[in-house]
């Protein structure tokens, strides 16, 4: 589509595109178009200009959870069970061009100087984008498109991520305000399953959900949300986690939700969970419950704290790890396993594990520690031995 001359005068008076400029330049077409390519001008401009153009019609697919264009220019898709090419193609200047606008639209830059972005468009869909040389070929683009509505912990139910037995301990979690952490590999579903466990909160609670990029959409009528910002071109401007939770933490928090605990801002957050915050929660990446200690540990050292001390303060301030994984579609919360301290060293021990759809949850060796932590004790949960 070649620019009119309505739209190189709004160019060359430095106008931004919105929504409204873009229906005004369409409908100064009128004449020569016709009112029906008036309207798929319209679209197509705001398709081209507001939103991701080409990968306009997976972004609203339903079911599409990402879309990746490689360096070779190839459209990905993630409709549930993996990724998959779209049999579509962008030329190399097509995708750079298309990488630069977006990045815009998420009010980041992306150029030499700043080769990589990671933001948010309008939409909420997070975004990454990295620029050759880093990179082989042309630019690649990937995007992580969130849930449409939030999801509740019942329909993660019916969907299968947990068996119906554990309905009454994952409620339980969030009622008793123990510190948990949800663990997992990318795309297990570890986002999905906190914000439906934080949208089990009393309403009278405040929520602080501190995130690199927002991604966690929680149905609760009190949730205060902070964000980080990178650094400009010239280095300066950076907001880190570590800053925003210590802010979060001066806000009166009722909960403190760290949407991705994997940096230094785990020494504030172990700090703030030793010190009557409870209730506070994050996701962690891991591949087994087993790997929080050492996880945490690696963390702790770019705060500056050595095994000892994260040992010292890690048992007292996570209660919990529920673990999730992901085989092809198929995602479900494979194992709770409890923190205790054991001859004064924090170790993680299961609690209960499900092999999945088909079969029933079993108990494990936290399981009654567990159950008495959450009030459950002598209550029927339909965990077997």
Not at 71 to 98: F, H, K, P
Not at 291 to 306: H, K, P, S, T, Y
Request: aromatic share 2%; hydrophobic share 45%.
């Amino acid at each position: 589509m070649s620019l009119s001359p309505a739209m190189w005068r709004h160019a060359r008076e430095g106008r931004s595109p919105d929504v409204t400029l873009v229906r005004d330049v369409a409908k100064v077409e009128s004449g020569p178009l016709g009112v029906v390519r008036v309207e798929q001008a319209r679209d197509a401009l705001s398709s081209r200009v507001l939103g991701a153009g080409p990968l306009d019609r997976w972004l609203g697919e339903p079911g599409v959870s990402d879309i990746a264009v490689n360096g070779d220019g190839r459209i990905w898709v993630d409709r549930g069970d993996g990724m998959e090419w779209t049999g579509e193609q962008l030329s190399i200047d097509d995708a750079r061009v298309l990488a630069v606008r977006l990045a815009g639209v998420a009010g980041r830059r992306l150029d030499e100087a700043s080769p990589w972005v990671d933001g948010q468009l309008p939409a909420g869909a997070r975004l990454h984008a990295v620029l050759p040389p880093l990179v082989a070929d042309g630019p690649h683009i990937t995007i992580r498109v969130p849930s449409r509505v939030p999801v509740s912990l019942a329909a993660l139910e019916r969907r299968g991520m947990y068996p119906p037995e554990w309905a009454e301990l994952l409620r339980a979690v969030v009622a008793e305000r123990v510190a948990f952490v949800v663990s997992g590999g990318t795309g297990a579903g570890k986002t999905t399953l906190l914000a439906a466990l934080l949208g089990e909160a009393a309403e009278a609670e405040r929520i602080l959900i501190v995130e690199d990029v927002r991604e966690l959409h929680v149905e609760h009528p009190h949730v205060v949300r902070l964000e980080a910002r990178p650094p400009n071109v010239e280095g300066a401007g950076e907001v880190t986690l570590t800053t925003l939770v210590r802010q979060a933490l001066r806000m009166r928090p009722d909960r403190l939700v760290v949407g991705e605990v994997r940096g230094a801002e785990v020494r504030e957050l172990l700090a703030a969970l030793n010190t009557g915050h409870e209730g506070g929660c994050g996701t962690l990446h891991a591949n087994a419950p087993e790997d929080l200690l050492a996880r945490f540990e690696a963390l702790g050292a770019l705060a500056g704290l050595g095994p000892a001390a994260v040992q010292s303060q890690l048992a007292s301030a996570i209660d919990l790890v529920i673990h999730v994984s992901r085989a092809g579609a198929v995602r479900r919360v494979a194992q709770i396993a409890a923190v205790v301290r054991r001859n004064g060293v924090p170790c993680v021990v299961p609690a209960a594990s499900w092999g999945g759809p088909g079969t029933r949850p079993d108990r494990d060796e936290g399981w009654a520690a567990t159950a008495d932590r959450l009030g459950l004790a002598g209550t029927a949960t339909g965990v077997r031995r």
